[in-house]
T-cell receptor
Framework: NAGVTQTPKFQVLKTGQSMTLQCAQDMNHNSMYWYRQDPGMGLRLIYYSASEGTTDKGEVPNGYNVSRLNKREFSLRLESAAPSQTSVYFC?????????????FGPGTRLTVL | TQLLEQSPQFLSIQEGENLTVYCNSSSVFSSLQWYRQEPGEGPVLLVTVVTGGEVKKLKRLTFQFGDARKDSSLHITAAQPGDTGLYLCAGGPGSAGNNRKLIWGLGTSLAVNP
């Protein structure tokens, strides 16, 4: 099993460009998450999907959109990138069963917006 | 708003020393998890504690959940360079909260020097 995979690993964008970060998990997990991690700010939740067909805003959703394509895949889209979106983005998944809070993370996408 | 405060924020020690990292809150959590994140990677779950007063050991790492389920500690005995990384605690909200989302601490960055 590959666990949680993310593409791309690195990306450089110019202000105003758009891009989609891809995430897939092969653990048959119900819930999936997108975080950003910045120095001194910790992990901040952007969006999450509790189950296939549902998405909800997290702590910092502005400037992002998500799509839960199917149970395996959860993508994050930046429609018009801004320098403030320079960050490391992590996708995570969780079984979703009652009491099972453990999250499994992908390796991250390092995004720089110039 | 539930918060988790970790201390210390940074720790640099020599190989063979012992250390303790703390994770504190004024809120009750249904569970508390500890993750370790190495440079360039996503966080990886080390342990989950769910019962007040619970102690779990993972080789040289000892984790404890406070009796009131508001705090936790991670103790490392005879630290080794391989223990270097960012240690994150994350809490599953109490019974009134949304158990789908974790509350994250900002992390403790540990450097173990040979």
């Amino acid at each position: 099993n590959a666990g949680v995979t993310q593409t791309p690993k690195f990306q450089v964008l110019k202000t105003g460009q758009s891009m989609t970060l891809q995430c897939a998990q092969d653990m048959n997990h119900n819930s999936m998450y997108w975080y950003r991690q910045d120095p001194g700010m910790g992990l901040r939740l952007i969006y999450y999907s509790a189950s296939e067909g549902t998405t909800d805003k997290g702590e910092v959703p502005n400037g992002y959109n998500v799509s839960r394509l199917n149970k395996r895949e959860f993508s994050l889209r930046l429609e018009s990138a801004a320098p403030s979106q320079t960050s490391v983005y992590f996708c995570a998944s969780r079984d979703g069963l009652a009491g099972a809070n453990e999250q499994f993370f992908g390796p991250g996408t390092r995004l720089t917006v110039l | 708003t539930q918060l988790l405060e970790q201390s210390p924020q940074f720790l640099s020690i020599q190989e063979g020393e012992n250390l303790t990292v703390y994770c504190n809150s004024s809120s009750v959590f249904s569970s508390l998890q500890w993750y370790r994140q190495e440079p360039g990677e996503g966080p990886v779950l080390l342990v989950t504690v769910v019962t007040g007063g619970e102690v779990k050991k993972l080789k040289r790492l000892t984790f404890q959940f406070g009796d009131a389920r508001k705090d936790s500690s991670l103790h490392i005995t005879a630290a080794q360079p391989g223990d270097t990384g960012l240690y994150l605690c994350a809490g599953g909200p109490g019974s009134a909260g949304n158990n789908r989302k974790l509350i994250w601490g900002l992390g403790t960055s540990l450097a173990v020097n040979p």
